[in-house]
């Protein structure tokens, strides 16, 4: 057939591979990006290199509606690396990064992924110190609206109800009209958490939010969290094993930029591999 001929190719021209009715029988019940299209958040062969050096390493990893991920390994795994490639801050050399099924987060910037409800809490808690609790949060809740604004018009019920609702989800309804100056490490934390949760993202990705805290505030951060994740979808990164098992959620295990281990923290703590490169040392 030369290029120009138009006559089409009937498929009794070709003679059909042994394999291809089971294939297309496997591909109706499974479309091409179905299970894509299922989940919250889906990695597949995501690679990212600095300067030859791979960080990040055909790493696929699958969050599905309204899970709770928690994401360990030793320094220099690649989570930070991943949690950047997620909220646009990295853009991968190849692979998919999929958000809500079908949105390509590859082909937006930072400001645009955090718009479409994916919120990121960085280790070192950034509120406005002189500012009080209230006000942070009515500030994160004013969104577009200006600062003045935000500040001046208190009057909406609406607001007032989220605002208490916030309250209420971080413990911090009695340092309401505290400075957040004045707060504890852990109480910053929380507050930070809250002003994410003001802007009600569907995922929320948190990076080692216990580091530094006491015991008691640790596990409180557990039950905080475990409490968020019954309507959002959360991964959090932390090497805090047992702030992990507080959170009794499945884990993966990140190592030289790949999944090195999934499952329950049982299941990934007895994992030799995980033992020699992460818990054991
Ligand atoms: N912008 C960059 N330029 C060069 N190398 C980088 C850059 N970002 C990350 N890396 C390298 O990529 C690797 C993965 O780093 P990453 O920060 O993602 O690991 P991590 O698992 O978050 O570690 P930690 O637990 O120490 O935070 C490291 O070797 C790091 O030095």
Same mark, same amino acid.
């Given at each position: 057939m030369t290029v120009l001929d138009?006559?089409? %190719?009937?498929?009794?021209?070709?003679?059909?591979?042994?394999?291809? &009715?089971?294939?297309r029988e496997e591909a109706l019940r499974n479309p091409p990006g179905e299970a894509r299209r299922e989940t919250l958040l889906y990695l597949d062969g995501v690679n990212k290199s600095f300067d030859g050096f791979k960080a990040i390493n055909n790493l696929s990893l699958v969050l599905v509606r309204g899970e709770m991920r928690a994401i360990i390994g030793p320094n220099g795994a690649g989570k930070t690396t991943m949690m950047d490639i997620i909220t646009g801050k990295t853009k991968p050399d190849s692979g998919e990064v999929y958000f809500n099924g079908d949105v390509d987060l590859t082909r937006h910037d930072e400001a645009a992924i955090a718009g479409m409800g994916i919120g990121r809490k960085f280790q070192k808690p950034t509120v406005f110190e002189g500012h009080t609790?209230?006000?942070?949060?009515?500030?994160s809740l004013a969104g577009s609206r200006s600062i003045f604004t935000?500040?001046?018009?208190? #009057? @909406? @019920?609406?607001? $007032?109800?989220?605002?208490? $609702?916030?309250? @209420? !989800? !971080? $413990?911090? &309804?009695? #340092?309401? $009209? !505290?400075?957040?100056?004045?707060?504890?490490?852990g109480q910053k934390q929380w507050l930070e958490?809250? %002003?994410?949760?003001?802007?009600?993202?569907?995922?929320?990705?948190?990076?080692e939010p216990v580091a530094g805290m006491t015991d008691a505030e640790?596990?409180?951060?557990?039950?905080?969290?475990?409490?968020?994740a019954e309507t959002r979808s959360v991964v959090v990164v932390e090497h805090d094993m047992h702030f992990v098992r507080e959170l009794a959620v499945k884990v993966t295990c990140l190592h030289e930029g790949s999944v090195l281990s999934e499952g329950t923290l049982d299941h990934v703590s007895k994992d030799p591999r995980v033992i020699e490169v992460y818990l054991g040392r």
């Open positions: 138009p006559t089409p %190719m009937t498929p009794a021209a070709v003679s059909p591979h042994p394999y291809a &009715s089971a294939r609790v209230e006000d942070n949060l009515r500030l935000a500040l001046v018009h208190r #009057k @909406d @019920d609406g607001e $007032r109800a989220a605002i208490a $609702r916030i309250l @209420d !989800t !971080t $413990r911090l &309804s009695p #340092k309401r $009209r !505290t400075l957040a100056a004045d707060l504890s490490h958490i809250g %002003m994410l949760l003001a802007q009600d993202p569907e995922l929320l990705l948190v990076d640790t596990e409180e951060t557990a039950r905080l969290l475990r409490e968020i």
